[in-house]
């Protein structure tokens, strides 16, 4: 497949001169890629929104939610409405054929897609490219395998999937071997984050522990693996992040780990690469591998004060360790300009307290939060699957409200915020200070 622009990049950023160069390369329906001219209709009968109305037909929404489901429960792809196909088959793109108000259309898609597919996909995205100067262009749908597969139509309980460059109702047969599949992919996921989780662990277990507490966060691409990359020193977007974007949680700004460690020591790995900063209270890991599998791991003393002996474990660390993580993923996703590849993020806590029943879990004032019972570490918290850059705040809500019912506590909620021009500012960033 010809790298094309409207098949390599993120679908935000596609051009008309993108969907123009499809068709003047006649590229072919594949089982990753499919055109329609137009919304969908009936024999005999208008698709209201071509006519001008604000509504979607339904026939239009399951027949487009046929094609979608079908690359969730195959490879993943791109979906092109829009595209006027010539009539051999495989069918091949032949002329743009602006669909009107597209970027309205584009919301309203992706809101029906994620009612209408049992379970939800975890990572998709849908982008109107306007064309004609007028609202009208190319409703674009980029679909990625689907981790929780087999999907359905919630509406016609059906499942699909790819044979070549059509999407066929699966057989029941179908439906069992991809779902013993997906129990075999997910069982050897959590093996390798295991695997990880292990060989960091081991990274501290020399020293003074005393009142030491750890945290790591792993992060694992699932479904289509990337592109190994052969050096990453020499692709400085890979190089792990170690900035992170304040936080406006509830109203209160949290700075997850402000004074960061200065000086650092950037080093190969077998496939990867570290970059380890260190000094007297505390020693940071973050490493990124050519699979596109990321780590951190903040291991640091423990403070106490002179009316609390109890050791205190910084909200704003376990914040530092979780989002690093999240971004150098994301890092990893916009270089093989797959930005809406699932990612499956593991953390854990540990701690290491001799002569104290456990730690306190202090906020940005160091005010006590919860309490971590020593006997229960380590913590493992839930899997969690980070889509989409966008969901990072309701993934960090998530976690706010895991660690907190581990810490003995059960907040109501927790509204994040995070800053659009800060969490750019961190994910382009390559600190080498």
Same mark, same amino acid.
């Given at each position: 497949?010809?790298?094309?622009?409207?098949?390599?990049?993120?679908?935000?950023?596609?051009?008309?001169?993108?969907?123009?160069?499809?068709?003047?390369?006649?590229?072919?329906?594949?089982?990753?890629?499919?055109?329609?001219?137009?919304?969908?209709?009936?024999?005999?009968?208008?698709?209201?929104?071509?006519?001008?109305?604000?509504?979607?037909?339904?026939?239009?929404?399951?027949?487009?939610?046929?094609?979608?489901?079908?690359?969730?429960?195959?490879?993943?792809?791109?979906?092109?409405?829009?595209?006027?196909?010539?009539?051999?088959?495989?069918?091949?793109?032949?002329?743009?054929? *602006?669909? +009107?108000? #597209? !970027?309205? @259309? $584009?919301?309203?898609?992706?809101? /029906?897609?994620?009612?209408s597919i049992d379970p939800p996909l975890s990572a998709f995205d849908c982008a109107g490219i306007e064309t004609d100067g007028q609202g009208g262009g190319v409703l674009v749908i980029q679909v990625t395998p689907g981790r929780l597969a087999p999907h359905r139509s919630?509406?016609?309980?059906?499942?699909?999937?790819?044979?070549?460059?059509?999407?066929?109702?699966?057989?029941?047969?179908?439906?069992?071997?991809?779902?013993?599949?997906?129990?075999?992919?997910?069982?050897?996921?959590?093996?390798?984050?295991?695997?990880?989780?292990?060989?960091?662990?081991?990274?501290?277990?020399?020293?003074?522990?005393?009142?030491?507490?750890?945290?790591?966060?792993?992060?694992?691409?699932?479904?289509? *693996?990337? +592109?190994? #990359? !052969?050096? @990453? $020193?020499?692709?400085?977007?890979? /190089?792990?992040?170690?900035?992170?974007?304040?936080?406006?949680?509830?109203?209160?700004?949290?700075?997850?780990?402000?004074?960061?460690?200065?000086?650092?020591?950037?080093?190969?790995?077998?496939?990867?690469?570290?970059?380890?900063?260190?000094?007297?209270?505390?020693?940071?890991?973050?490493?990124?591998?050519?699979?596109?599998?990321?780590?951190?791991?903040?291991?640091?003393?423990?403070?106490?004060?002179?009316?609390?002996?109890?050791?205190?474990?910084?909200?704003?660390?376990?914040?530092?360790?979780?989002?690093?993580?999240?971004?150098?993923?994301?890092?990893?996703?916009?270089?093989?300009?797959?930005?809406?590849?699932?990612?499956?993020?593991?953390?854990?806590?540990?701690?290491?307290?001799?002569?104290?029943?456990?730690?306190?879990?202090?906020?940005?004032?160091?005010?006590?939060?919860?309490?971590?019972?020593?006997?229960?570490?380590?913590?493992?918290?839930?899997?969690?699957?980070?889509?989409?850059?966008?969901?990072?705040?309701?993934?960090?809500?998530?976690?706010?409200?895991?660690?907190?019912?581990?810490?003995?506590?059960?907040?109501?909620?927790?509204?994040?915020?995070?800053?659009?021009?800060?969490?750019?500012?961190?994910?382009?960033?390559?600190?080498?200070?």
């Amino acid at each position: 497949m010809k790298n094309l622009g409207a098949l390599a990049k993120p679908i935000i950023d596609i051009t008309p001169a993108d969907l123009d160069e499809l068709c003047h390369q006649t590229v072919q329906e594949t089982a990753t890629i499919e055109f329609k001219e137009a919304l969908p209709a009936e024999n005999g009968r208008s698709e209201p929104w071509l006519q001008g109305g604000s509504k979607i037909g339904d026939y239009a929404k399951l027949k487009l939610l046929r094609e979608i489901i079908a690359f969730a429960n195959s490879y993943g792809g791109h979906l092109f409405v829009g595209i006027e196909e010539t009539d051999g088959r495989p069918a091949s793109a032949k002329a743009v054929k *602006p669909v +009107p108000r #597209v !970027a309205e @259309l $584009a919301r309203r898609f992706e809101t /029906i897609i994620r009612d209408s597919i049992d379970p939800p996909l975890s990572a998709f995205d849908c982008a109107g490219i306007e064309t004609d100067g007028q609202g009208g262009g190319v409703l674009v749908i980029q679909v990625t395998p689907g981790r929780l597969a087999p999907h359905r139509s919630a509406q016609t309980k059906e499942a699909y999937r790819r044979h070549g460059e059509r999407s066929e109702t699966m057989t029941m047969r179908e439906i069992q071997d991809l779902t013993l599949a997906r129990y075999r992919s997910d069982d050897d996921l959590h093996r390798s984050i295991e695997a990880r989780h292990e060989a960091l662990t081991g990274q501290f277990v020399a020293g003074d522990v005393t009142r030491r507490v750890s945290f790591q966060c792993v992060a694992v691409p699932v479904g289509t *693996p990337f +592109p190994q #990359v !052969a050096r @990453l $020193a020499d692709h400085p977007a890979l /190089i792990p992040a170690i900035q992170c974007p304040r936080l406006l949680i509830n109203d209160t700004v949290h700075e997850p780990l402000s004074g960061v460690v200065s000086g650092h020591d950037l080093r190969p790995l077998l496939r990867g690469l570290r970059l380890a900063r260190q000094d007297n209270s505390q020693h940071q890991i973050h490493d990124a591998f050519a699979n596109g599998t990321v780590q951190t791991c903040l291991a640091m003393n423990a403070l106490v004060s002179a009316s609390d002996s109890r050791p205190k474990i910084f909200l704003g660390h376990l914040l530092y360790v979780l989002i690093t993580t999240l971004l150098t993923a994301h890092r990893h996703r916009l270089f093989h300009h797959a930005p809406f590849t699932e990612y499956a993020v593991s953390c854990r806590l540990r701690l290491d307290f001799l002569g104290s029943s456990g730690g306190v879990l202090a906020g940005p004032r160091s005010e006590q939060l919860g309490y971590f019972p020593f006997h229960e570490s380590p913590f493992h918290l839930p899997t969690y699957s980070f889509g989409a850059v966008d969901d990072l705040p309701n993934l960090v809500s998530m976690f706010l409200r895991d660690i907190h019912n581990l810490a003995g506590k059960d907040p109501a909620g927790f509204n994040v915020v995070i800053d659009d021009q800060e969490l750019q500012a961190a994910i382009e960033a390559s600190d080498r200070s």
